[in-house]
DNA sequence: AATACAGTGGACTCATCAGTCCATTCGTAG
DNA sequence: CTACGAATGGACTGATGAGTCCACTGTATT
């Protein structure tokens, strides 16, 4: 199928995944239908089928994607850059600012838990997206070593592991308590603890 | 309603709220029905609209609270005697233990992000059990800062958030990708770098 | 023993929603 | 300009599941 797309069919499904994104994050995963989907995309079934012939689970599994896909590239050119402390606390800042302003409308949200538990093929996307987040963070902290602003013996994935579940349990409380007290504490918290490491040993 | 329950009465409800729980954590919020929890509670439709009038929604609320009830009392009594480093050791392997065990059957899935966001009630719910969890995180802080172990000047509601969030985020990976390194590098980290603000003022 | 009400059983209704099917239009290659 | 397949419209089906209703049973109180 994918390969036979004619230019408007492949803008046909680009509208299609982008509409029910957006229907996903406001109405929820739960309660989003494809008759939902089909107003805001100002499609008819048939157009959903013909793209996504497996049905909805296909369609959520797009989005994934698609939402995976934006996650991290939402976050650069900071996440790519962190070499100083200067980039790191900009990129804190931006990722706290995003956040804050998506409110409980989380597109990881989306992913996280709801779909990804039901179909195999959204918890792989998951998994791949949260292993090129704590890549992107471990390689940041190796940079700072290579600065030689953070000793060499720090253990990097473990770091970078533990940054990444603060981030994840910030935006997870955001997102069930409507506060971001959790998530700034936690990336405030986590980059000073990390900078501490350099000046313990230095 | 509640008042007027009989000792029967009082069984039947609380059997529907466990059997319910259970299939919550079995199934999902999204895809349990009611049907699943009659035949797991061996009730019928009419004694769940007695017990819960306002249906579905009212049971799910019930059920949160039955579940966030269990959270804390299940990491007792190490939670709840944070006053030296081995106590916090203590208690970070419970919980590690704790959530491996449970795999992706966690009954704070159900409530994070699924129950949570449709109905006030169960937000409330989240929101309150955050409260009582960071609150005893910081009461295990302000011990060690009483028995000299941790310096006076530390701000304990950053660092007992920051670690809630540690904790949530570390959950919220393994519940999503089946992997529990991170809750572990989370736990670890957190404690070794609050141990450290120790060390370097001490 | 009578009565009143909590507790229980289960059939029935009604709405919703994913998915099917066929008819029609559009776009392009020959 | 025609023929073919992609693209689209939308009615229809079937399943599912929440919630209603009424009849029946158990039990405690007077």
Same mark, same amino acid.
């Given at each position: 199928m994918r390969g036979e797309l004619t230019a408007k069919g492949r803008a046909t499904r680009s509208?299609?995944?982008?509409?029910?994104?957006?229907?996903? %994050?406001?109405?929820?995963?739960?309660?989003?239908?494809? @008759? =939902? #989907?089909?107003?805001?995309? *100002?499609?008819? /079934?048939?157009?959903?089928?013909?793209?996504?012939?497996?049905? /909805? @689970? &296909?369609?959520?599994?797009?989005?994934?994607?698609? &939402?995976? =896909?934006?996650?991290?590239? =939402?976050?650069?050119?900071?996440?790519?850059?962190? !070499?100083?402390?200067e980039a790191w606390e900009q990129w804190r800042d931006v990722v706290i600012e995003r956040y804050?302003?998506?409110? !409980?409308?989380?597109?990881?949200?989306?992913?996280?838990?709801? #779909?990804?538990?039901?179909?195999?093929?959204?918890?792989? #996307?998951?998994?791949?997206?949260?292993? %090129?987040?704590?890549?992107?963070?471990?390689?940041? #902290?190796?940079?700072?070593?290579?600065?030689? *602003?953070?000793?060499?013996?720090? !253990?990097? =994935?473990?770091?970078?592991?533990?940054?990444?579940?603060?981030?994840?349990?910030?935006?997870?409380?955001?997102?069930?308590t409507g506060r971001s007290t959790h998530l700034r504490a936690a990336l405030h918290q986590g980059?000073? @603890?990390?900078?501490?490491?350099? @000046?313990?040993?230095?």
């Open positions: 509208r299609i995944v982008e509409g029910a994104a957006a229907v996903l %994050r406001e109405r929820g995963v739960a309660s989003a239908t494809l @008759d =939902d #989907i089909m107003a805001r995309t *100002r499609t008819s /079934k048939s157009q959903l089928f013909h793209y996504f012939p497996a049905g /909805k @689970d &296909e369609l959520l599994v797009a989005v994934a994607q698609f &939402e995976a =896909d934006h996650v991290l590239e =939402d976050q650069q050119p900071y996440l790519g850059r962190l !070499d100083s402390w804050e302003a998506q409110g !409980d409308e989380c597109p990881l949200g989306s992913l996280f838990l709801q #779909i990804g538990r039901s179909t195999p093929g959204a918890r792989a #996307i998951v998994i791949e997206l949260m292993r %090129r987040w704590q890549e992107s963070l471990a390689a940041g #902290i190796r940079s700072l070593q290579a600065n030689g *602003r953070l000793p060499a013996g720090l !253990d990097v =994935d473990a770091r970078a592991a533990a940054l990444l579940a603060a981030i994840q349990g910030g935006v997870s409380i955001l997102l069930s980059i000073a @603890d990390l900078r501490r490491a350099g @000046d313990a040993v230095a």
